[in-house]
């Protein structure tokens, strides 16, 4: 089986249908609650928050080195003559750093990306990169793929208490801007690779209805740049925001697809229960 192999981590929230349907290999993370690690596939994102709700310690790790390399081993026993590996930010994560290690020891050549992005803003790139193996590219044409599609996707959200993003060191210049202030609900961005704060809001409804303004304009920038264009709206445990926010962007720009999902295990530990996201991404 010739051709190139796609491979990307938990973090890009495909759901287990989808990443088989589009032949893409999904690599792990872990959550630890109470010093017990499990792959995020194991554990619920409801789970998480009830833990976090309760005070439970709680925290993440990369995937090992050996088990990405491993995985590199078997898609390349398997008939692939290439790899690309596309992962969560690296200035988020040491998933694209474990990646690389694995590669520089992988059986065939493994090019691995750095989305600079998170949840489906990287899994929209995964997509696409995926379908572009599947058509018969090379790994340099699919990972060019990824990359301008995450680079072309915009990410809102907003999280109902920053401590925990301020708690993992997840919110880079996030935390010069919001400085103390605990109580707002802040609406963050995804830019560089970087966490980084956008806006501050008092209440979830604000946050709600700045957020589907956002979704908006998004929507409509994308739109003038292709005719398909995919959207995503993400939650921990907040299905009924994330749902009123489906309702008034449905229909809102024509040939527009959303997705609801609440955010991985792992995502979900960093941000918090109640946050509230946007994931807008053009088909470049």
Do not use: W
């Amino acid at each position: 089986m010739a051709g190139v192999a796609v491979v990307t981590d938990s973090t890009s929230s495909l759901d287990p249908v989808q990443a088989t349907r589009a032949n893409v290999t999904v690599i792990p993370l872990q959550v630890v609650i109470d010093d017990r690690s499990r792959p995020e596939s194991e554990v619920p994102a409801s789970e998480v928050a009830a833990a976090l709700r309760s005070g439970r310690r709680v925290s993440t790790s990369r995937p090992a080195p050996e088990l990405i390399g491993a995985i590199y081993a078997d898609l390349a026993e398997a008939g692939y003559d290439a790899i690309v590996s596309v992962h969560l930010s690296a200035k988020i994560s040491g998933t694209c750093a474990a990646a690389e290690r694995a590669a520089s020891t992988a059986p065939v050549p493994v090019t691995v990306v750095d989305s600079a992005t998170l949840a489906m803003a990287a899994g929209f790139a995964v997509l696409s990169g995926a379908a572009a193996a599947r058509a018969g590219d090379s790994a340099e044409t699919v990972a060019a793929l990824v990359r301008r599609r995450a680079i072309a996707t915009t990410t809102y959200f907003y999280v109902d208490n920053l401590e925990y993003l301020r708690r993992g060191g997840r919110i880079g210049t996030a935390a010069a801007v919001l400085g103390s202030a605990l109580s707002v609900k802040p609406l963050l961005t995804v830019t560089d690779g970087v966490i980084q704060a956008y806006e501050r809001v008092r209440t979830e409804s604000k946050a709600l209805a700045r957020l589907e303004e956002l979704g908006l304009a998004a929507l409509a920038q994308a739109a003038g740049q292709t005719d398909r264009v995919d959207v995503a709206v993400h939650h921990l445990d907040n299905l009924e925001g994330a749902q009123r926010l489906v309702d008034r962007l449905s229909g809102r720009v024509v040939g527009s697809d959303i997705v609801v999902s609440e955010v991985s295990a792992v995502l979900g530990v960093h941000v918090g229960p109640g946050t509230l996201g946007i994931v807008v991404s053009p088909q470049v």
